[in-house]
């Protein structure tokens, strides 16, 4: 059975990267170019009127943040995948953009196989980012691993999470799919999606890596004994 196209929007201001992402993005048969905003108000009707299943948004835009389509879409459109793509490589804008509800990050000199991978992989559940990106990550979780220590104990009481969340929960910290959790712990799709809302909700959480950060500055997760 053939697999259903993946819709995809783009909103940037520059319209040499629309043109070279477009060109990408319509050479893979596996996904259809929806359309284009150079902005926020823009790109916010065009998202909401689409309503297309990945979503690559800039955040420096002429009339205000990309962060702000990603807050507004993450929550009117959960069904809909957000991936940045940006100049900016900081972990200010990586953490602001995961935080309001990213679940990729990529940079704008990303070649074109890479950005249909990148989209493909998104749909199947995972976090793509570019290297530079993930370091900035892993150096974050480290610190907030090492920084936090008493806040932690204060916390862990707060959130009891049962041993099948923990596993899905180490599983996604190493990068997992969904459906890679669902073949390794042996359950259907649907069984993983119950365990990632529970798990979602007893974080206070929206995305995958948000859960992993959360997990690991209340102490529950330990980045370095994931097995």
């Not at 100049?87 to 990213?102: K, L, R, T």
């Not at 480290?142 to 923990?166: F, I, P, W, Y």
Request: glycine residues 8%.
């Amino acid at each position: 059975m053939n697999r259903e196209k993946i819709t995809v929007v783009l909103v940037d201001d520059d319209p040499a990267v629309r043109q070279r992402f477009k060109a990408s993005i319509q050479k893979n048969p596996a996904l259809e170019w929806v359309g284009e905003a150079s902005g926020v108000k823009q790109g916010k009707e065009l998202v909401l009127s689409e309503c297309p299943r990945v979503l690559l948004v800039d955040l420096g835009l002429p009339d205000g943040s990309g962060l702000e389509i990603i807050d507004e879409i993450s929550q009117k459109l959960p069904a809909t995948e957000i991936m940045v793509v940006s100049m900016f490589g900081d972990e200010g804008h990586v953490i602001q953009a995961i935080e309001a509800g990213a679940s990729g990050y990529i940079l704008k000199d990303t070649d074109e196989a890479s950005l249909a991978e990148h989209i493909i992989q998104l749909c199947d559940g995972g976090s793509p980012m570019s290297p530079m990106i993930a370091r900035h990550l892993l150096k974050k979780m480290q610190g907030s691993d090492s920084g936090h220590k008493q806040q932690n104990t204060e916390e862990q009481d707060t959130v009891a999470l049962t041993k099948r969340e923990m596993e899905l929960l180490k599983l996604l910290a190493r990068g997992y799919t969904y459906r890679e959790v669902a073949d390794d712990l042996k359950v259907s799709s649907h069984t993983v999606n119950s365990h990632i809302k529970n798990l979602y909700r007893k974080l206070s959480v929206k995305t995958k890596n948000e859960a992993v950060f959360a997990a690991t500055r209340q102490g529950l997760l330990d980045m370095r004994n994931l097995s």
